[in-house]
């Protein structure tokens, strides 16, 4: 399933990439809000055409914290449609997201993945020719199947869980470089 959501994505943005052709306008972005939860993350929008973009976003957790852990990559694509020009203004989207996580949390262990997706809502403000700032909120779905099991050191029994989720889905506070 992982390599499937990857060889998905890396097609889309080849296919991004040769629609943009010759006039093509791309950024390059960091989401502000998942540094602010020590989670370390990029992303490039590539313009399909002057009113649609594909925006790829990724981010990753690997630290440890001293009460619990989680670390996990979460891969985000969307393809947007801005109301009056691409980078600029009003836009809504409609996501995908997948993630593999690991954490720990009220002496439970979760060890596990999740896929869906979603729609969002945002606006883009221009800070220079070059610099924008973005702001972004998504609800949607997400299914996630995970093996849970007490934090005991010889522990080696889990039991399968999953779970429906519906709710917010994505939210951000990004700075983007227009190239």
């Known amino acids: 399933m992982r390599h499937l959501i990857c060889c998905a994505a890396i097609c889309c943005a080849m296919w991004g990439y040769t629609v943009a052709g010759r006039a093509q306008t791309v950024?390059?972005?960091?989401?502000?809000?998942?540094?602010?939860g020590a989670s370390p993350n990029a992303g490039v929008e590539i313009g399909l055409t002057p009113r649609f973009t594909l925006d790829l976003s990724a981010a990753y957790n690997p630290w440890n914290f001293k009460k619990g852990m989680l670390h996990f990559w979460l891969a985000q694509?969307?393809?947007?449609?801005?109301?009056?020009?691409?980078?600029?203004?009003?836009?809504?989207?409609i996501h995908a997201h997948a993630a593999q996580f690991y954490g720990e949390m009220n002496d439970n262990r979760y060890d596990g993945y999740l896929?869906?997706?979603?729609?969002?809502?945002?606006?883009?403000?221009?800070?220079?020719?070059?610099?924008?700032?973005?702001?972004?909120?998504?609800?949607?779905?997400?299914?996630?199947?995970?093996?849970?099991s007490e934090c005991l050191p010889c522990n080696k029994g889990s039991r399968p869980e999953h779970k429906n989720y519906v709710g917010p889905t994505k939210i951000g506070l990004s700075i983007s470089y227009i190239f």
């Open 27 to 36: 950024a390059v972005k960091t989401n502000a809000l998942y540094w602010a």
């Open 115 to 148: 896929v869906g997706g979603g729609f969002s809502y945002g606006y883009a403000w221009i800070l220079s020719p070059h610099w924008n700032m973005e702001a972004t909120i998504g609800v949607g779905y997400a299914r996630l199947w995970y093996d849970q």
């Open 77 to 93: 694509p969307e393809a947007r449609y801005w109301f009056c020009e691409r980078f600029e203004g009003h836009f809504v989207g």
